[in-house]
């Protein structure tokens, strides 16, 4: 079935770091992929998204590019902040379905 | 900025005993979802829900588990008996579109979600 993978956390940077974190997926038809953020306390908040292939999605100074060929979404910030300490989860979504298949999440702790 | 909110932020219950998690999704919007998440595991689907009636649900969402718009704002997940394997944190989520048309998108807003603990 349809399914997503992150890398494991905890993810440790310090500030202004470089950040990924990779995300892949099992589908069988095109589905839109997204980056949902949890902060602490909070609900998940939508952070980007891309719709099909080769579209980047882009906020808030991160980045994800819709890989098809490697079947991929990985999440980039060229550096990072404390405030962007949270959990980050990628999903998938057909659209017709309307359910959000979710990774496990990564959590990020950025230190001063 | 309209938000999903969801009560209580916390339960706890006794193994065998119903609860209802409430949310009040954003006011425009038509098609409500629950999702769960137990603790260092992956937020799963539960249900979808529009127009009154379910839309789909996984095969978590057995019999113990039913939907309901009681009044036009509110949205409540009822667990009948609860089981120790229901503790979870819960979230409501909300969109305004199913599909994609255009220039909208399916895009879910979530709750913070109630932490459900069975003793």
């Known amino acids: 079935g349809d399914s997503v993978t992150q890398m494991e956390g905890p993810v440790t940077l310090s500030e202004e770091a470089f950040l990924t974190i990779n995300c892949t997926y099992t589908?069988?038809?095109?589905?839109?992929l997204f980056w949902y953020v949890q902060y602490p306390g909070e609900g998940l908040q939508l952070l980007l998204k891309?719709?099909?292939?080769?579209d980047k999605g882009s906020n808030k100074g991160f980045e994800a590019t819709y890989r098809k060929e490697t079947t991929s979404f990985h999440l980039e910030k060229g550096s990072v902040q404390v405030s962007d300490s949270a959990v980050y989860f990628c999903?998938?979504?057909?659209?017709?379905?309307?359910?959000?298949?979710f990774g496990q999440g990564t959590e990020l702790s950025v230190k001063p | 900025e309209p938000e999903v909110t969801q009560t209580p932020s916390h339960q706890v219950t006794q193994m065998g005993q119903e609860v209802i998690l409430r949310c009040v999704p954003i006011?425009?919007?038509?098609?409500f979802y629950w999702y769960r998440q137990i603790l260092g595991q992956k937020v799963e689907f539960l249900v979808s829900?529009?127009?009154?009636?379910?839309?789909?649900k996984s095969e978590i969402f057995d019999d113990q588990f039913s939907v309901e718009r009681p009044d036009g704002s509110n949205f409540t997940l009822k667990i009948r008996s609860t089981k120790l394997e229901d503790s979870a944190m819960y979230f409501c989520?909300?969109?305004?579109?199913?599909?994609?048309?255009?220039?909208?998108?399916?895009?879910?807003?979530f709750g913070p979600g109630t932490r459900l603990t069975v003793l």
């Open positions: 989520a909300s969109s305004e579109a199913h599909r994609y048309s255009g220039s909208s998108y399916n895009e879910q807003f």
């Open positions: 589908a069988t038809g095109y589905p839109s």
């Open positions: 891309a719709t099909k292939a080769d």
């Open positions: 999903a998938l979504l057909y659209n017709q379905g309307g359910k959000l298949i």
């Open positions: 006011s425009n919007h038509l098609y």
């Open positions: 829900f529009y127009n009154n009636e379910i839309s789909e």
